[in-house]
């Protein structure tokens, strides 16, 4: 018999403008007076005056510094145990790589995590997963939800332009995550979390208000945008799975990212993914298409769309990436009824050529 289980979610959840200035006043409240920092390439220049005044300001010590650049898994072993013992809290700050590398270095030294994200790239910020190469892979492995998560409007409005469009494209892959996850749980392929899947399902209704009511390149949107990502993050650490926000379309992009000779940032991926695999599973929830071209998703991608047999393999390839795995692609016909999909829906043909 089943039992309620004890969710961990972050204790710290500050979204505005100018959030940056303010964490040495967060973790002053919190008594962590030890910080380790880890940047993305070229973010401490962006952040580094707001940041570290208000750390002096309230007399907060960075005992260590790194700059990431790659998500070797050894490596961020090797990192983490040469972090000084005095160190009580870690702060990831910029972008995927930084924010995965950090969060696992604070996952096995057992200190609280702190997560800044300075773009809405995908929702892996305050998710209980890290994104890592395991072995030259590209794996999810898992590690443990932020104990904060500081997003900075004024930083994140500024990120390039396909990051924000990367976040819809995670975003949107709830769509079809959801669709796949639950047709398991019917087939009695995987276990389900009413509760899970409630939330991813808010997440993407209040994404879907906030476009039909707000200018999506406003800090209000974008903030928005933020929440969505954040409360996917707590359902996958309710499910204890990937699963309200990963499903077939996920599938696709991990494909893309082990055949296309230059892969595209993984939300971009995953949106088209997810576009195609709900009208697989004749699957329209909050009408995803005018979404993701009222949004600018569409248009932005066919500026420079997918290569159509690059795609086409890719979706061939990735019932293959996860073994015992269900989702619409498992099906038999799948693939023939994407590719008749591909050459014949105005969205796609704009997307993928």
Not at 86 to 110: M, Q
Not at 118 to 143: H, I, M, Q, Y
Not at 144 to 154: F, H, Q, R, T
């Amino acid at each position: 018999m089943s039992v309620n289980k004890a969710i961990n979610i972050p204790s710290l959840l500050k979204i505005g403008s100018g959030k940056i200035s303010k964490i040495g006043k967060y973790l002053y409240d919190r008594q962590y007076f030890k910080a380790a920092l880890f940047f993305s390439s070229g973010i401490e220049d962006v952040v580094g005056t707001e940041l570290y005044g208000g750390l002096k300001k309230f007399g907060i010590e960075v005992v260590h510094k790194d700059s990431i650049s790659d998500i070797n898994i050894e490596n961020i072993i090797h990192t983490a145990f040469k972090i000084p013992a005095t160190v009580n809290v870690l702060i990831g700050i910029g972008g995927g790589k930084s924010l995965d590398y950090s969060k696992y270095c604070a996952h096995i030294l057992k200190i609280p995590f702190i997560s800044v994200p300075t773009s809405v790239s995908n929702d892996g910020f305050c998710s209980p997963n890290a994104s890592l190469l395991v072995e030259g892979k590209r794996k999810s492995v898992k590690s443990s939800i932020p104990y904060g998560v500081v997003a900075d409007i004024d930083v994140i409005i500024n990120a390039p332009e396909e990051t924000f469009y990367s976040g819809i494209g995670d975003m949107i892959a709830k769509v079809s995550a959801l669709w796949d996850w639950k047709e398991a749980f019917n087939k009695k392929l995987s276990d389900y979390s009413d509760f899970a899947a409630l939330l991813a399902g808010n997440s993407l209704d209040s994404l879907y208000y906030a476009e039909a009511f707000a200018n999506f390149k406003s800090k209000e949107f974008y903030a928005k945008l933020v929440n969505s990502l954040v409360i996917s993050g707590i359902a996958m650490e309710v499910a204890d799975s990937s699963r309200p926000a990963s499903g077939s379309e996920h599938l696709i992009s991990h494909a893309l990212d082990y055949i296309s000779l230059s892969p595209r940032i993984h939300g971009i991926q995953t949106g088209v993914a997810a576009y195609l695999c709900a009208r697989l599973q004749n699957n329209n929830t909050g009408n995803i298409g005018a979404f993701l071209e009222n949004t600018g998703f569409v248009g932005f991608v066919g500026k420079a769309p997918f290569d159509k047999q690059t795609f086409i393999k890719a979706i061939e390839y990735a019932p293959k990436v996860k073994s015992d795995y269900y989702t619409i692609l498992s099906e038999k016909d799948s693939l023939e009824k994407a590719i008749n999909l591909i050459e014949s829906d105005k969205i796609l043909k704009e997307m993928i050529k």
